[in-house]
């Protein structure tokens, strides 16, 4: 397998990198050292959050709130001739509902990573791709994720998001890398790993 080292945020080359020494743990392939963000912690948080399997009454009560909010209201108005104000409050809720809503819900996911881990930005942050997992280091800690249990890998305009089952998840800025063919190879590297050790769901069987 080939082997990756990046320049890290001022410049210099790891000069430890696992990736030329090898670990215990599998076989390196790719390894990436950068300053992490809140930003793509965000990023992690939502996209768990989307996919997150809500409960049917739930999912049923907000489909009908918004009904009643997005399309109930504008139609009572637009019945009693008031066109414009229709139009402004489908206009409203739709805004409400596509922008507002999403900004609040990244505001609160920031500023709880900004509580719970306040000098997340300031310690360099190692990712390494290895033939049965992924490792995880900063400040001293690292955790080990084995391929099989990588829920999915995102490619976004910005960045890469590795999701793993459990809530949690790694996002690297395209900025990162040193270049794109060495992100493209990292990306690929982890989407085919990931896809060779997915454990099959009942849905793959049409259960």
Not at 107 to 131: A, G, M
Request: net charge neutral; charged share 20%.
């Amino acid at each position: 397998m080939s082997g990756s080292r990046t320049r890290n945020k001022r410049g210099r080359r790891d000069s430890n990198s696992p990736t030329d020494q090898g670990e215990a743990i599998g076989v390196m392939a790719y390894a990436v050292e950068f300053y992490p963000s809140y930003d793509e912690l965000v990023k992690v948080a939502t996209i768990h959050a989307d996919a997150a399997n809500m409960p049917q009454l739930t999912k049923l009560a907000l489909q009908v709130f918004f009904a009643i909010h997005t399309v109930a209201v504008p139609l009572i108005l637009f019945y009693l001739d008031e066109l414009i104000w229709a139009a402004v409050a489908f206009a409203i809720n739709v805004a409400f509902s596509v922008f507002v809503l999403p900004y609040i819900s990244r505001v609160d996911y920031r500023r709880h990573f900004e509580s719970t881990c306040p000098s997340y930005e300031q310690e360099l942050y190692r990712v390494k791709l290895r033939s049965n997992g992924i490792i995880c280091e900063q400040h001293g800690d690292f955790g080990f994720v084995s391929w099989g249990s990588v829920k999915s890998v995102h490619e976004t305009d910005d960045s890469i998001i590795v999701l793993f089952r459990g809530g949690n998840g790694v996002g690297i800025a395209n900025k990162s890398f040193a270049d794109d063919e060495q992100r493209r190879k990292f990306l690929n590297y982890a989407v085919s790993q990931r896809a060779a050790a997915r454990i099959p769901s009942p849905r793959d069987h049409g259960l």
